[in-house]
């Protein structure tokens, strides 16, 4: 079974200020997707970005980009500028091709002034 | 994006009761759902999928005669707690894949939150 692993339950960043969330995953398959979803304080669940496992290429969305080391299964979420409205509950999380989503354990993100 | 709402966004009610939450996918059809709970400060766990025209599948530890849950059309899924009882108290969420976006891309409900007195 795939596995997700978010080590960092909390994280604080200043207003402005770059800010790294950490996620480690398990699998023995060659093709898959990675996502964050950040889930603010109302618990909407919003896809902020995906990264599909056979593109080398690192994924970009305005000021969110992500870090994929395939062989070491790592995948780390960058916020730049962070902005007040990026506090929230950032979950990593793995899908196989047509499976279902295996989320991470989540990562607290407090942007402060 | 596509829109998924569920109903009720709160439901309170008397331990031994029974509680229906419907999720519907409002501009797409899904034959498939998903079902989540989430406790406080815990991540997303996977109850169960919902299969349209077919039983639901059920993750292992998951009660499946306790969460009952129905596909009646490609558009609703309701997962009924039975005989709830305060330990069932949670944030339940669906969520639906587009199958014609690109890698059938998962939209979630707005959750449901459930007390059991």
């Known amino acids: 079974a795939q596995t997700v692993t978010q080590s960092q339950p909390e994280m604080s960043v200043q207003e402005a200020e770059t800010v790294t969330l950490s996620c480690t995953y398990d699998t023995s398959e060659s093709d898959y997707y990675l996502f964050w979803y950040k889930q603010p304080p109302s618990r909407q669940m919003i896809l902020v970005i995906r990264?599909?496992?056979?593109?080398?290429q690192n994924a970009t969305e305005n000021r969110f980009s992500v870090n994929f080391q395939k062989a070491a299964k790592s995948f780390s979420l960058k916020i730049s500028d962070s902005q007040l409205g990026d506090a929230a509950m950032y979950f990593c999380?793995?899908?196989?091709?047509?499976?279902?989503?295996?989320f991470g354990t989540g990562t607290r993100l407090q942007v402060t002034l | 994006g596509a829109v998924v709402s569920q109903h009720p966004s709160r439901v309170i009610c008397k331990s031994g009761t029974s509680v229906k939450i419907e999720c519907r996918s409002l501009d797409f059809q899904a034959t498939t759902m998903f079902w989540y709970r989430q406790f406080p400060k815990q991540s997303l766990m996977l109850m169960a999928t919902?299969?349209?025209?077919?039983?639901?599948?059920?993750e292992q530890g998951v009660e499946k005669d306790k969460f009952l849950i129905n596909h009646a059309s490609l558009t609703l899924s309701t997962l009924t707690v039975t005989s709830a009882h305060p330990e069932d108290s949670s944030f339940y969420i669906c969520?639906?894949?587009?199958?014609?976006?690109?890698?059938?891309?998962?939209?979630f409900g707005p959750g449901t939150r459930l007390t059991v007195l």
């Open positions: 969520s639906a894949p587009m199958t014609r976006s690109r890698d059938n891309e998962q939209f």
């Open positions: 919902s299969n349209e025209g077919s039983k639901a599948t059920y």
């Open positions: 990264q599909e496992a056979y593109k080398q």
């Open positions: 999380a793995y899908r196989s091709l047509y499976g279902k989503l295996t």
